[in-house]
């Protein structure tokens, strides 16, 4: 498969074999993969609390929102994402380096999370970012410490449905403004 090809194949997933799982060596081939997205200064401060145990998993479920516990009830694996905060877009002494402060954190991040998505989509991996969740709850549960900014759940799986229809994307000039 071509990078192309994983791009289109990459779809936010909503139901999921439960039958099929995702195993400890695939999700670090995963991470290992997301450790080459660049980050501010090579901070790599991008954080993963990786879930497989059957009541950790109902425990982060319950941080969800309803519909959000719905989607991922037949995965075995959600993934907690959060990043070190007041490190990258900061210089060594702790001041902002830019105007986006901690926002770079959650830049690094997204670029992290977007590598892990599309490995993910390589392996015939299916999943869906979700970011209708209670951080303090995810922080209690998983014992991530105030000094990170939780961001997302990743719910990783095996689609149920065979196709999923791409939604339509907005023109090139609708986005972008070349001069």
């Not at 999921?16 to 999700?27: C, G, R």
């Amino acid at each position: 498969m071509n990078l192309d090809e994983i791009a289109l194949r990459r779809r936010s997933v909503r139901k999921y074999q439960a039958d099929k799982k995702i195993s400890k060596e695939q999700i670090v081939e995963l991470l290992k993969f997301a450790q080459q997205a660049p980050s501010w200064k090579n901070s790599q401060t991008g954080r993963y609390y990786v879930v497989f145990d059957e009541e950790k998993l109902k425990e982060v479920r319950n941080a969800l929102l309803p519909q959000n516990q719905i989607v991922t009830k037949d995965v075995n694996t959600l993934i907690v994402t959060s990043f070190v905060k007041n490190r990258s877009g900061f210089d060594k002494n702790g001041a902002p380096d830019n105007e986006l402060g901690n926002g770079w954190g959650c830049y690094d991040l997204g670029l992290q999370n977007a590598f892990l998505l599309l490995k993910a989509a390589e392996l015939g991996i299916d999943s869906i970012i979700l970011g209708l969740r209670d951080a303090q709850q995810l922080r209690n549960i998983l014992n991530i410490p105030n000094t990170e900014e939780i961001v997302s759940v990743i719910a990783l799986g095996y689609r149920a449905e065979e196709e999923i229809i791409a939604p339509a994307r907005k023109n090139i000039e609708d986005i972008a403004t070349f001069y």
